[in-house]
């Protein structure tokens, strides 16, 4: 028993020397060469490693210089990985929102030029005379999906108000209407139904499809924008420092073949990336609303199919008022008095430019196309699927850049850099997000300091899931658009349109969010060397017991 216990007395009493020793300085000068290293190189011998700050202070080749520059360059490439990751991300959201928003606009421009062409086919020089009626309600069709800042109901109701008056008229050219006897017509409109159930129906088929298409069209847009503003990282001193021992500490040491362990790599990239992961709740919550809203698309709310027909639907309505255009006179006249019959010229100027249309089928050779010959149903099908792949983004990206074949050894638990040798790493992953950091072992967390930037997407993130979720219902929305604020668009005439930046109103505190105050604590991440002194600690420490129970017996 004394021999082994004089065996690990010896052991204990030896330096602890992991399995450092460069074989020379060499394989670092070449590997610094093609990246352009500024400074000071390599020491062509070893040297002792006390004057390194992060790297285990071993024999190694690296001076404080290096070190230094060896951190900033890990920085670098941690950033822009994690920029080029997103970059995919942000990509998709711009590329779809580009593609609706050409979608709807060439879609209500198609469908203005149809009722044009087929009114002044069936109508002629009536509707030539009359067609800034319907001007108008494309042109408010067109400023509701640009900037929203209109009532749907209240314009259609405008609309076919208007269109009462200009009817009644070309019905009844043989008398005189004042403004006041046309606004007496108004009041009559609910009892009267002079265009049928069309007016009902199209309403509600229009504000639906309106509010989801451009609903839809926004939640990508600021899908692209909260990609754009988190994807840019700056790592924390902290981070920094976990970077470069992870990366490039190896290398110091004559380690280059070796990648580090991946639950390491892991570690390093939950703690580094903390922050990000914060974000997957609200994502995913927005994600799951935009699919809701893409199932109406392609159902009740599809604007396509409302936009479509509205030429024909406008016009049956029109047909809806000549055919009944008797018995809503009588109406009317009964309702608001009779009114001043016109005489000489001005009656038969009036009576020349009545409502007498030539109807006939139209049925054009080629109705217009939408935007890149596409059509709604096969846009939200390619934009689901997107959207699916996008869910749980956040909390997977550590996962993505340790997957990456130069950042972690794969499924490999031996033979593995774990931040002190190339041995195993012995640490279990740690969860997501910034309150699960408490306890990394690889990286030092403050938790009690989220990043505001953040932060203030999770806002953008919650309210424009809401303002989704509205639109799924039906319910009209309510952005406001930095175009309210007059100019500042790109081109020098003001911001138009759904690309202006959206300005949503909220006060963030410096307050950490949902988490409750804590002392900042700092911990120390283990090495193997000390768990190895502490194991051979205990092996002598057993053999003085059993000794001294021999001695006593």
């Given at each position: 028993m004394f021999p082994l216990c004089a065996l690990a007395l010896a052991l204990l009493c030896q330096p602890a020397r992991p399995d450092l020793q460069p074989r020379n300085c060499s394989e670092l000068a070449k590997l610094l060469s093609p990246r352009r290293h500024d400074g000071p190189g390599p020491s062509r011998d070893l040297a002792a490693g006390d004057h390194l700050k992060v790297c285990p202070q071993l024999h190694t080749c690296c001076t404080s210089e290096m070190e230094e520059k060896l951190s900033q360059q890990s920085q670098q490439e941690f950033s822009k990985e994690v920029l080029d990751t997103s970059n995919g991300l942000h990509s998709t959201f711009a590329s779809r929102y580009k593609k609706f928003d050409e979608f709807f606009k060439e879609l209500v421009n198609n469908a203005e030029k149809s009722l044009n062409d087929m009114f002044v086919h069936t109508y002629g020089m009536v509707y030539k005379k009359n067609a800034d009626v319907f001007q108008d309600l494309f042109k408010e069709l067109k400023k509701y999906y640009m900037s929203g800042n209109l009532n749907l109901e209240d314009m259609l109701n405008d609309?076919?108000?208007?269109?009462?008056?200009?009817?009644?008229?070309?019905?009844?050219?043989?008398?005189?209407?004042?403004?006041?006897?046309?606004?007496?017509?108004?009041?009559?409109?609910?009892?009267?139904?002079?265009?049928?159930?069309?007016?009902?129906?199209?309403?509600?088929?229009?504000?639906?499809?309106?509010?989801?298409?451009?609903?839809?069209?926004?939640?990508?847009?600021?899908?692209?924008?909260?990609?754009?503003?988190?994807?840019?990282?700056?790592?924390?001193?902290?981070?920094?420092?976990?970077?470069?021992?992870?990366?490039?500490?190896?290398?110091?040491?004559?380690?280059?073949?070796?990648?580090?362990?991946?639950?390491?790599?892991?570690?390093?990239?939950?703690?580094?990336?903390?922050?990000?992961?914060?974000?997957?709740?609200?994502?995913?919550?927005?994600?799951?609303?935009?699919?809701?809203?893409?199932?109406?698309?392609?159902?009740?709310?599809?604007?396509?199919?409302v936009m479509d027909p509205i030429d024909v639907k406008i016009s049956e309505a029109i047909m809806t008022m000549q055919e009944n255009s008797m018995q809503i006179s009588q109406k009317v006249f009964q309702g608001c008095g009779k009114p001043k019959s016109l005489s000489g010229s001005r009656l038969t100027r009036s009576v020349s430019d009545g409502f007498n249309p030539r109807f006939r089928p139209y049925s054009p050779e080629e109705r217009p196309t939408t935007a890149a010959g596409t059509s709604l149903d096969r846009l939200v099908t390619d934009v689901k699927e997107k959207l699916k792949n996008a869910k749980k983004f956040w909390s997977t990206l550590p996962y993505n850049m340790c997957s990456n074949s130069s950042s972690a050894a794969g499924l490999e638990e031996d033979g593995c850099w774990n931040g002190s040798n190339s041995s195993r790493y012995n640490f279990a992953v740690t969860g997501n997000g910034l309150a699960n950091q408490l306890n990394n072992p690889a990286v030092q967390v403050d938790i009690t300091k989220p990043d505001m930037v953040i932060r203030r997407q999770i806002m953008v993130l919650q309210i424009m899931t809401n303002k989704i979720k509205n639109a799924y219902h039906g319910n009209d929305v309510t952005f406001h658009d930095a175009s309210d604020e007059g100019s500042g668009g790109e081109s020098g005439s003001g911001c138009i349109g759904l690309d202006c930046h959206l300005e949503f109103t909220f006060t963030i505190t410096d307050s950490p969010l949902l988490l409750a105050p804590l002392e900042p604590k700092k911990i120390k991440p283990s090495n193997s060397a000390c768990r190895s002194n502490l194991s051979q600690l205990i092996l002598v420490v057993s053999c003085f017991i059993i000794a001294l129970h021999l001695s006593f017996r």
């Open positions: 609309f076919w108000a208007r269109l009462l008056e200009r009817m009644f008229r070309l019905i009844n050219p043989q008398y005189h209407f004042t403004e006041e006897y046309l606004d007496c017509i108004s009041k009559y409109t609910e009892q009267l139904k002079p265009f049928g159930d069309v007016p009902r129906k199209l309403k509600l088929q229009v504000t639906r499809a309106f509010i989801a298409a451009r609903t839809f069209a926004q939640g990508l847009r600021v899908a692209r924008e909260v990609v754009s503003k988190v994807s840019t990282v700056n790592p924390t001193t902290e981070c920094a420092d976990a970077l470069l021992k992870m990366t490039y500490c190896p290398h110091c040491h004559g380690i280059f073949a070796v990648k580090p362990c991946n639950n390491y790599c892991l570690n390093v990239m939950k703690g580094c990336l903390a922050n990000l992961a914060d974000l997957d709740i609200e994502w995913n919550n927005f994600i799951d609303a935009m699919l809701m809203v893409a199932e109406r698309l392609e159902g009740p709310f599809n604007i396509e199919s």
